[in-house]
């Protein structure tokens, strides 16, 4: 079947550029949330002595974590050539010395390739499918690399109608403007929302509440809130689903919902199926 691949234009968030700049923060800290994120999602033993899929690896952060949770095998790859760098860094300054561990540049959207992957017992994409600018076909495509009895997990963000569409506009604006105006336009964007954060928290007395949303943003998947800002106001492609579409999907391809994590406003739903 002919590869087919996502929409290569000006409007392109440059992912790997911004997980590079992420690096320079990660630390074991970090990794280890990242490792607990996993076992909180996939149980304790939900990763050891499993084949190991990345789709959309970005920094390699949750390869990494995979790999010092005891996966068999793992294989990451990403669209974007600086992610692909990003996450061969980090194996190579972080990864297990005895880690079987691929790391190379492909496509969700290209059908040939995600076929001679083959088969794998977890298959990984937290934030990536919506990104893709076809996200059903990637969805598709991630489930059709599921083993029998294995497990996609994935996040995709919440359908706000709305919101989300006025979302879209600002990614598209931001990824149009020359580089030296995406800060400005990120700040100009952000700054406002967190003022208001900052406020309402005083008005209850809790000024402290807004300060551990950035001291204490490790301890969400063991990332960085800065870097995920510029990602959220820069993401685009973009596209959204709501919590019923994504089942019924997973249903079509075969996949039972076994967990779900619904986020309240324009988050990340997470999603775990099984292939029975």
């Known amino acids: 079947m002919e590869a087919m691949e996502p929409p290569a234009d000006e409007t392109r968030f440059a992912f790997g550029e911004n997980w590079a700049r992420f690096l ?25 002595g499993r084949t190991w899929l990345d789709i959309g690896s970005g920094s390699g952060l949750f390869s990494l ?16 050539a600086s992610s692909v760098g990003c996450t061969d860094e980090l194996r190579r300054r972080f990864g297990p010395a005895d880690a079987d561990w691929t790391v190379e540049q492909g496509s969700v959207l290209d059908r040939a390739y995600v076929d001679g992957l083959g088969r794998f017992d977890v298959v990984y994409s937290w934030g990536v499918l919506h990104h893709t600018g076809r996200m059903w076909e990637a969805f598709d495509n991630a489930a059709r690399t599921v083993a029998d009895g294995g497990v996609l997990f994935i ?21 149009r403007l020359p580089p030296r105006l995406r800060l400005p ?11 208001l954060s900052l406020g309402a928290r005083t008005a209850r007395g809790h000024p402290e509440e ?3 949303t950035w001291t204490r943003y490790r301890s969400a998947r063991g990332m960085s809130r800065w870097h995920d800002l ?24 075969g996949l039972l919902l076994e967990r779900l994590t619904v986020r309240r406003g324009l988050g990340c739903n997470e999603f775990v199926f099984r292939r029975v």
């Open 24 to 48: 320079a923060v990660l630390d074991d800290t970090r990794i280890r949330e990242a490792e607990r994120s996993l076992r909180e999602m996939l149980g304790e033993d939900g990763v050891r």
């Open 65 to 80: 974590a995979a790999a010092r949770l005891g996966a068999s095998r793992l294989h990451s790859f990403d669209y974007d």
């Open 155 to 175: 996040a995709l963000y919440n359908d706000q109608g709305a919101r989300s569409r006025i979302w879209s506009r600002i990614k598209w604006r931001y990824n």
């Open 185 to 195: 336009w990120a700040l100009t964007v952000m700054v406002p929302r967190e003022l």
């Open 210 to 212: 807004y300060l551990r």
């Open 230 to 253: 510029i990602d959220w106001v820069g993401g685009y492609p973009f596209e959204v689903a709501t919590p019923d579409e994504v089942v019924e999907r997973g249903r079509a391809q």
